[in-house]
């Protein structure tokens, strides 16, 4: 959208067609409240990464290195040869446009370059140029375009309103992941220093304390103390929550914001309470103590370099499998990296609940398992007490996170526990769950302050979606199982679809469950049961 | 007699109205279903609040519909654009297009003040969008902070600095909301 003053003159005569120039020849406008903000000097520093500046999108000199364009050009020449699939979607793409509306960005915001096919036509663009003889010999007739800095900004611009949720690809007719493309763009990015603060900071954290938050093995004691305590409160029982027990069967991960966020921690108290109710032999790592991976965003190396702990901290703690708590992207790189990146686990012993017997053969390999699956089994087999009405001030829908939905088609096990821990859950419309479910937003590290108003048009569709259950069924309550979707979607809600609160869905089942010994009126977040509400007050 | 002209022209008028504001999201010849209210919601609120404003204009009414139509527009607007101004162009188009379709019947007895009466009712909704568009810019504020103090607020209780009251659990959010 245009940022020019309106002279009172103009105000009745406003030219409404869309601007005639050709996407080629649009430049990238930086409005605060659309972008993200550059990575810190330290972060970067910290992280060895290449060219660590000052510098601001909203000026002209970016200060990239002298030869940038050489740099850009050979990481696309790597990128090519090591990436057999990113090299296939460069090719094959007939822009068909079967993606175009269903990027959650392109329909919130109607900016073109949003569409997916138009966003991986960005880098599409500078590979015909440099690397087709048809784009060397027609240029711009073959779709090609010469690689100027002001290409480099559009990049900076749209491969960061990309969330990598890949809901486009689930309707390419060629399977064309444009999350891959998002991701080679970010990799040419920080080859020149491009990196955003939200990534990289996070992922310097995480490097060097294991988590994002840059909390120190004390400073994780101290919160799972905490939430300890408070679970005294809420259940009126003492859990143990062990901490680096070496011999323990199981490692728990789960992402921090579970030990520090709101509405996360609710859930993460639900996971201590049930854990104690079925005696599971497990324990916390204090440098594991992070599941989420914001290297993920940010180069496949990255990738590597943090997820190394978690196979590493299994081995030095001896235990036989792990199980791995509430989150979106923690279960990308789990699923889908960590095998081929930091295996073989063959130190580990292939997953069975010690509960219920049941061999998690999906996790053969990867030896960890999503607690969703963990809590489901125990549910399946009447394993655990629930009194559903103890979640009937809440009415629920659900919201499928992107990368456990269509990352690893974790779609019924969580509806599973919703429907034996609540009386009220309704599902929003099929062509915003499941496969098709909309993000939130603000994943792949874009979930900033400075981004807000981007990250509210994105999270339009899933407002909209949460505002016809809450009209039929009155819904007040959003589930969901991703760190990121519980810290973002409160803000979508907000403003989208007031009166709509977000929580995880452990937390329905720290709520619903029956334990031996308990003493409570109220749920984890402190609120009375219903029914409770007048005993309160007598 | 304004109001019969608009009734007549009434759908004529929504088309024009709907095609111009849809072409500044969705340009080109991507044709996206408009009828979609989750595939496509902008479309989808624009063309429903589009249609509420137009009757209820011609219909001479102000029911809660209208105020509603006209948040859902302008709370789209206001992540959009910067300035009021622009938030607000889509009623003075409403208004030009009005204008345009009337124009040929202004020898035909439309008395001045019948077409004042309707360029007040539309200015009305204008200062109504206006004041909407700063409501929405101030929730976003509100927003801003509150995430800010939910990323915040545990640390400050840990460090047991959360000021003199002890507060339950839950609580949390009713006090700064």
Request: aromatic share 10%; proline share 4%.
């Amino acid at each position: 959208m245009s940022d020019e003053k309106l002279k009172s003159d103009q105000v009745a005569d406003i030219d409404y067609n869309p601007p005639v120039k050709g996407w080629m020849d649009t430049k990238p406008a930086f409005r605060k409240g659309i972008f993200n903000y550059p990575a810190v000097v330290a972060s970067e520093k910290y992280l060895d990464l290449p060219f660590s500046r000052k510098w601001d999108p909203r000026e002209d000199d970016w200060k990239l290195p002298e030869n940038w364009k050489e740099i850009v050009l050979e990481t696309l020449k790597d990128l090519l040869k090591k990436y057999r699939s990113f090299k296939v979607f460069m090719d094959i793409c007939v822009r068909c446009g079967a993606c175009a509306d269903k990027c959650h960005f392109y329909l919130g915001s109607g900016d073109p370059k949003n569409m997916p096919v138009l966003r991986a036509e960005l880098l599409r663009s500078v590979y015909r140029n440099d690397f087709t003889t048809a784009g060397k010999l027609f240029g711009k007739l073959a779709g090609a375009r010469e690689l100027t800095e002001d290409v480099i900004k559009e990049w900076f611009l749209y491969f960061y309103q990309c969330t990598e949720c890949r809901r486009c690809s689930v309707f390419c007719p060629y399977g064309i992941d444009t999350a891959e493309i998002t991701m080679m763009g970010r990799e040419i990015l920080n080859r020149l220093g491009l990196g955003i603060d939200w990534i990289v900071t996070p992922a310097a954290n995480c490097f060097r304390t294991g988590n994002h938050l840059g909390i120190q093995p004390h400073g994780f004691k101290d919160s799972v103390d905490f939430a300890v305590d408070d679970l005294v409160d809420a259940i009126g029982i003492r859990v143990e929550a062990p901490i680096n027990k070496k011999g323990a069967e199981v490692l728990f991960v789960v992402p921090s914001a579970d030990y520090f966020g709101d509405p996360h921690y609710f859930g993460f108290l639900g996971y201590l309470a049930l854990f104690h109710e079925i005696g599971l032999d497990y324990t916390f790592s204090t440098f594991a103590s992070e599941g989420g991976n914001f290297g993920l965003f940010h180069s496949a190396e990255m990738i590597k370099r943090l997820n190394a702990k978690i196979y590493a901290e299994a081995r030095r703690l001896g235990v036989k499998w792990i199980i791995g708590g509430e989150c979106g992207h923690m279960w990308r790189v789990l699923h889908q990296y960590m095998d081929t990146m930091n295996g073989p686990a063959d130190f580990l012993e292939e997953p069975v609940s010690p509960i219920t017997g049941t061999k998690f053969e999906n996790a053969r390999s990867t030896k960890m398992v999503h607690v969703a699956e963990f809590t489901a089994d125990l549910i399946k087999h009447n394993k655990v007490k629930l009194d559903r009405s103890r979640n009937d001030h809440w009415i629920v829908t659900y919201h499928d996170s992107c990368n456990t939905a269509r990352g690893m088609g974790i779609l019924d096990e969580p509806r599973y526990i919703l429907e034996k821990t609540c009386n009220y859950f309704y599902d929003m419309p099929e062509n915003t769950i499941r496969e098709q479910t909309f993000c939130c937003g603000s994943g792949s590290g874009i979930g900033t302050d400075e981004n807000l108003e981007m990250r509210l048009r994105g999270g339009f569709p899933r407002g909209s979606a949460v505002k016809y259950v809450r009209e039929k069924h009155g819904v007040n309550l959003l589930t969901c199982m991703c760190a990121i979707d519980k810290a973002t979607l409160p803000a979508v809600m907000d403003f989208w679809v007031p009166g709509v609160e977000v929580a995880g869905v452990h937390e329905m089942v720290g709520n619903a469950l029956v334990m031996k010994g308990e003493k409570r009126s109220g749920d984890l977040r402190g609120q009375p049961f219903k029914g409770e509400e007048v005993k309160e007050h007598v | 007699m304004i109001y019969d002209i608009l009734r007549q022209r009434r759908d004529i008028i929504l088309k024009k109205w709907i095609d111009t504001a849809l072409d500044q999201y969705f340009s080109g010849n991507l044709k996206i279903n408009d009828n979609d209210r989750f595939g496509n919601p902008v479309a989808y609120s624009i063309s429903g609040g589009f249609e509420t404003i137009l009757d209820e204009i011609v219909a001479e009414t102000h029911t809660a519909r209208l105020d509603d139509a006209l948040e859902e527009i302008v709370k789209i607007k206001s992540l959009e654009v910067e300035k009021p101004s622009m938030a607000v162009d889509f009623l003075l188009r409403l208004k030009t297009l009005i204008q345009n379709e009337l124009a040929d019947s202004a020898q035909n007895g439309i008395s001045t003040g019948e077409m004042e009466k309707l360029n007040n009712d539309i200015d009305n909704l204008i200062l109504s969008a206006f004041d909407i568009f700063m409501k929405c810019r101030e929730k976003l504020y509100e927003i801003r902070s509150k995430e800010f103090i939910k990323r915040s607020y545990k640390l400050l209780e840990r460090a047991n600095i959360t000021g003199p009251a002890p507060r339950q659990k839950g609580e949390v959010d009713d006090e700064i909301g």
